[in-house]
């Protein structure tokens, strides 16, 4: 199957990408500087910078906010915990809020410490994501389940493939409004054999978000370790034609955890490989 190339306008950087070496002013500055046009940043750099004087810049830069990274980790041992991570998540969606982000990224959380209720922890993943919609709809924030690997699902999140997330999506916003939808990352859906058949069940209400990278053959780390786009067993273009074909509009984010590579390196040089890569590889 031959593609063509991606148009470069869409690329974003994930700011976990180069989260080592840059703090948030310099993520928005590099992004300008190599005239990438979006960004999506990470709460922990956020609050570095605080949610206004970010806006700012990324506004100043003419960039725009893919989305924010993240809310979720709804479940709880406790009614307190799980008080507290509604809580959290109401701060992060005021945040998404001044940012103008595209959607605020849910990982949903896994199971609560010395729990084996699996069932259960998805249901307060179901109740937390649907206190938290009412809160980020009236705040006029769409919010993005992202499906993680099954090799998260004890410590991460218990929402492992796209169709789980889409179960969830048609619960709790039936009429696919667009406030809810699903982010999905290559990393973590790659190896579903419904992958196709979901992106397709999204349609463009609930396709919001698309990261990218590579599946390294071996991997060495569970969570850091991820390839750049290339150099794993990730068919990128095929999965790019099926959110084109499902409707899907948005950017490529590409977002890398890569503590052994990417991270080590200058990350002028990091963005300079993912726009290449970009072209070639997706
Ligand atoms: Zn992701």
């Not at 990470?42 to 989305?67: F, H, M, Q, S, Y």
């Not at 980790?73 to 998404?96: C, H, T, V, W, Y």
């Not at 809160?135 to 991460?156: F, K, N, Q, T, W």
């Not at 979901?198 to 698309?210: Q, S, T």
């Amino acid at each position: 199957m031959k593609i063509a190339p991606p148009d470069p306008g869409l690329l974003s950087l994930n700011t976990a990408t180069v989260r080592e070496r840059w703090n948030l002013r310099e993520m928005i500055e590099g992004c300008a500087r190599h005239g990438i046009r979006g960004i999506s940043p990470w709460r922990d750099k956020l609050a570095g910078l605080g949610a206004k004087e970010a806006a700012k810049l990324i506004r100043d830069n003419g960039l725009t906010v893919t989305g924010l990274c993240r809310g979720g980790m709804f479940p709880a041992a406790d009614r307190k915990g799980r008080q507290s991570a509604l809580d959290d998540n109401l701060r992060a969606i005021e945040d998404a809020a001044i940012l103008g982000a595209r959607c605020l990224v849910l990982v949903v959380g896994g199971l609560p410490a010395g729990s084996k209720d699996l069932a259960g922890a998805r249901e307060m993943v179901r109740d937390g994501t649907g206190e938290t919609l009412e809160r980020a709809r009236s705040a006029g924030v769409a919010l993005a389940i992202e499906p993680l690997h099954p090799m998260y699902c004890a410590d991460r999140a218990c929402v492992n493939t796209l169709a789980q997330a889409l179960d969830l999506c048609d619960e709790l916003d039936s009429g696919a409004s667009g406030d809810l939808g699903v982010a999905v990352d290559v990393y973590h859906v790659w190896w579903d054999p419904q992958l196709q058949q979901g992106i397709g069940r999204a349609g463009d209400k609930r396709l919001l978000a698309f990261h990218i990278c590579d599946w390294l053959v071996p991997t060495t780390d569970l969570l850091n370790d991820r390839g750049m786009m290339g150099d794993g067993v990730i068919d990128l273009p095929r999965i790019r034609s099926w959110m084109t074909a499902a409707g899907y509009r948005g950017f490529h984010e590409v977002e890398i955890f890569s503590a052994r590579n990417w991270w080590k390196r200058d990350p002028d040089d990091v963005l300079g490989v993912i726009q290449r890569r970009h072209q070639e590889c997706c």
